[in-house]
């Protein structure tokens, strides 16, 4: 019976793309008079189905080999397409990774769009984002994921811009749009180079030709740094970061899945590129120093934000950084376990703030406070999924942070150093969170807020428990099992004795430097001109984008006027200059009537007539 | 069958100037709507009795006409044109469907529509240098006319401008005609693969230089483009969608058809330039659109642009670039047609298409939800998203041409991330953001204006996910012009180009 499943399971994104199909009657107006909520069950169902089906998929290949679906897609010349499916322990569990957190969200957001009029048209977009991500989970072909990334890329466009009618949200939907696309064009390249090499574009293909080291080094090194461009605007790392923070405008229940799913379909697809990078030390260390100067930027980039939401995007942003730099050093294992870890974490955080967001109706955080003892269940949900998202307790994070220097012990004190110092920023910015939202004196708008509906509460739970479980999980699943006997050398034992209780204790300063950090809220920007420098270069994220918009988006204005004016007056002019004046300028085209226009007619059919005439009388 | 294709529009198109004043504009759409059916249903005989397998011509007619001239009446098709043909009979038939039912002459109008239709028609089919000529010029006097007389307030002076450029451009086409038939003593304009080739080599370049002045006009290709916004701007939404899916693809069907096959050995020789123009043109289009403040003068510049990668697939000349090329042909047809449907219809409803004043039109409510939905698909479609045939089309194009002209490939691929910016700027003006009160009493959109769209958004998708089913018509055809291509070149033996291909070394130098 399993085995139908595990048989079937290319289908489990199905279930999305079919919810989001069945949605349209709903969402086109013809089904008005029946509201609008049959549209949000069915999509609700369909990820249950997609979960089910994943899920004992996912039990069913415990006792089987990982093996590749082939499907020829199409053949042109001496291209020849074939679209590839992996079925592994690892693929099914992602597919079924996607289709929970789907779930949760999803009926999550019944109690957060209560009152949304539009409500299919955001369950339809849900179930295209759930297709695209459960898609890429199980894709094993370069191609199929780059068109599944993109269909992420408009998906995340129509959720971000689903309340189309707020300024804000209308540019952070373009700007989520072409950051991605600018990833997503430089990835193309890469494709269609890679594809030009003579190379197949399933991942075991790519492996096996990378393994041939069949290009030049400069060669090799421009494919790897397109190739990264891809999941650089996916993961929100810098210089492609801006999008993320800006596309917490949209709806909450598509921004659990955007920061703890979506982010790692990116870099899922750059671990399985992994061995392409291997092909240039350029391409794996550009993964490195960008995954680092986004961990470390963007997690400093925290402290200063008073977005609820934003700041949260930010961490995300330094945690992807943290799976760059594993990818980068070749440690995919410990890159899937992060994305794991992280997911889950990162998903029950925003579902706490989905619900302070929706009772307070701000997600401006100097407006909270005091809500600790008015929301209790949201606030136990943050503070488990805050304690899940940092080395504190041995959480999942801290799991995967010491296997990943129990596989990898000669990692530099740098790396250490960077682990350490994102931790500790992380704890520091989640406790000032907290202490901001739920602690101190309520507000204005906080006095009166209630607990979360049970819509909301049930799958708050839900992720809270499964966030404790994630470290009994790992145990369970064997998925810290060392890979390779490491040798017991002094600099491992060292490692392994002293930076995981570095990790924690540097967790526990973060926490108490929050604690005790003076918090003022009408007063939180400094009057003292050098903090007030530093405070303003992070809230806006070192004045990175006011950069981009002297540069790059200066240039491509400037380029686009200039090619219009050149057309208007080189162009055009020239055409005029050139005898034609008389026709186009002046009287003559201003009157001309039908009169005229058979005249020109006639001019032709003359002057083609007497063409033919001279072919025909002339001499051959 | 092909003749009648060219005459049962011609026979109407005369005698619908006898059809009595009393029956309406809406009653003739009617019987026109069947007429264009009928003739949609004979392509599409014609398209299911095709052998694709067959590279040669098929349904081939041959008459003798004009012998003194060396002038024969002989019509084919093969796979490089049915596909167009077809595209061109599904395209009058929505042209015809979304024409107003309020329409002043509308006896004029349809007769035109048909002339123009068996002008493209025979363009197509015309197996003959001076007959593919003839049609050409038929095709150009409806279409003046048809801006002319129902465009928009600058009408006289755009159509003008479009029957001078593409008078010229027929000159021109002539002129190289004449040349190569002349100059290689062949008996007869009838169209004979590879003719060029023996002439001197600076005889070739000038005749196809000739040629492709012609051909680069009808396109358009930067800079004998600025005829195509002024035309689209002020054409009726009908005329746009026939301009925009089949007129231009008369062009870039001369490319292929006559640029590539009477002179393939100039062609490799002048290619390198070609390339680096088809980069320019679709840069150049491409960044002219993201300033434009009409929306239909927006998609007017993206058909340059995405003009501009047929001419860099043909520069290029491998059989993987050309049957990208055929296939952009069919993708830009669909897609842009599309577009100037939908642009159309927002145009009407809301009696403007600058993008300064439109706003919020997504509204469900009061606003076009549907067309904007619609219009987001077209403008993803565009920019080569997975999924749909405008994808399928570009990777086809640039994995064609990237290994013989990296940097102008790359610099195209940059062009298409260019699509989305200016498209997404038209999606956040005209449709994010709060209706204002001006649109607050939009007439509906009724069923059959969408139909059109829902339609060809549909094709988008089915051959966007199953590309097989229109690159089989081609495959064959294609393989037949590149051969043609390799074999006769004496630059580069065949054991050279073999292994500059294999070597990944571009194979000719690029001029830049």
Known sequence: MADIFLQTCWFVPFYGALGALLTLPWSSGLLRPIGQRPAAYINILMTLFSLIHGGIASAAIAGHDRYQIVVPWFQAADLDVSLAIEVSSVSLGGATLVALLCFLAQIFGLGYLEKEVSLARFYGLMGLFEAALGGIALSDSLLLSYGLLEMLTLSTYLLVGFWYAQPLVVTAARDAFLTKRVGDIILLMGIVALSSYGTGLTFSELEAWAATSPVPDGVATLLGLSLIAGPIGKCAQFPLHLWLDEAMEGPNPASILRNSVVVAAGAYVLIRLQPVFTLSPVASDTLILIGTITAIGASLMTLAQIDIKRTLSHSTSAFMGLVFVAVGLGQVDIALLLLFAHAIAKALIFMSIGGIILNTNTQNITELGGLGSRMPVTALAFLVGGAGSTCLLPSGVFLTFRHWLEEFPQMSIAGVAVLVIVNLVTALSLTRLFRLVFLGEPQMKTRRAPEVNWLMAVPMLTMTILTILVPVALYRWDLLALSHETSPATHSTMMLQVVPPLLLLSGLVGVGIGLILPLLRTGARSMNPAIRFCQDLLAYDFYVERIYKVTVVWAVMSLSRLSVLFDRYVVDGLVNATGLATLFSGQALRYSSSGQSQFYVLTILVGTGLLVFLAATLPF | ?512
């Open chain 2, 1 to 512: 069958m092909l003749s009648a294709l060219i005459f049962i529009p011609l026979t109407i198109a005369a005698l619908i100037g006898l059809v009595p004043e009393r029956f309406t504009a809406n009653w003739l759409r009617s019987a026109m709507l069947v007429v264009a059916s009928v003739l949609f249903g004979l392509t599409v005989v014609i398209a299911w009795q095709f052998d694709p397998s067959n590279p040669g011509f098929q349904w081939v007619e041959q008459r003798t006409w004009l012998e003194i001239l060396g002038v024969s009446y002989s019509l084919g098709v093969d796979g490089l044109s049915l596909p167009l043909l077809v595209l061109n009979g599904f395209l009058t038939l929505v042209a015809i469907g979304c024409t107003s039912t309020t329409l002043d002459r509308p006896r004029f109008y349809y007769s035109m529509m048909l002339l123009l239709n068996a002008g493209v028609v025979g363009a197509f089919v015309a197996q003959d240098l001076i007959l593919f000529f003839l049609f050409y010029e038929l095709e150009l006097i409806p279409l003046y006319f048809l801006i002319a007389i129902w465009g928009g307030s600058q009408r006289s002076y755009a159509a003008t401008k479009f029957l001078l450029y593409t008078a010229i451009s027929g000159v021109a086409i002539l002129a190289s005609f004449l040349g190569i038939v002349w100059l290689t003593d062949a008996p007869s304009f009838s169209y004979t693969p590879g003719l060029g080739s023996s002439l001197a080599l600076g005889t070739q370049v000038i005749l196809l230089s000739t040629l492709l002045v012609g051909l680069a006009i009808k396109i358009p290709i930067f800079p004998f483009h600025t005829w195509l916004p002024d035309a689209h701007v002020e054409a009726s939404t009908p005329v746009s969608v026939l301009l925009a899916g089949v007129l231009l693809k008369l062009g870039t069907y001369g490319l292929l058809r006559f640029g590539v096959g009477l002179f393939p050995q100039a062609w490799l020789e002048i290619a390198p330039w070609l390339a680096t123009l088809a980069a320019v043109s679709a840069l150049y289009g491409a960044f002219a659109a993201i300033s434009q403040q009409d929306m239909k003068k927006m998609v007017a510049y993206s058909s340059i642009a995405h003009m501009g990668y047929i001419l860099l697939a043909a520069a290029a000349g491998t059989e993987l670039s050309l049957l990208g090329a055929e296939a952009q042909m069919i993708a830009h047809g669909l897609i842009s047609a599309l577009l100037f449907l939908l642009v159309g219809i927002v145009a009407k409803k809301t009696g403007t298409r600058d993008l300064n004043v439109l706003r919020g039109l997504l509204n469900p409510e009061r606003g076009l939800p549907m067309v904007g939905s619609l219009i987001i698909l077209g403008v993803m479609a565009s920019s080569g998203l997975p999924g749909m045939m405008g994808f399928i089309a570009e990777f086809m194009v640039f994995r064609g041409c990237f290994l013989v002209y990296p940097v102008q490939t790359l610099a195209c691929i940059v062009g298409t991330g260019l699509t989305a910016v200016y498209f997404l700027l038209m999606i956040n003006r005209v449709f994010f953001g709060r209706l204002p009160d001006r649109f607050d009493h939009l007439p509906p959109v009724q069923w059959f204006e969408t139909l059109p769209a829902f339609v060809i958004a549909g094709l988008l998708i089915v051959y966007g996910l199953q590309p097989a089913l229109f690159l089989d018509w081609s495959k064959a055809q294609v393989a037949t012009i590149v051969p043609g291509l390799v074999l006769q070149q004496d630059v580069l033996d065949s054991t050279l180009l073999h292994d500059a291909l294999v070597s990944q070394s571009p194979v000719r130098p690029s001029p830049i």
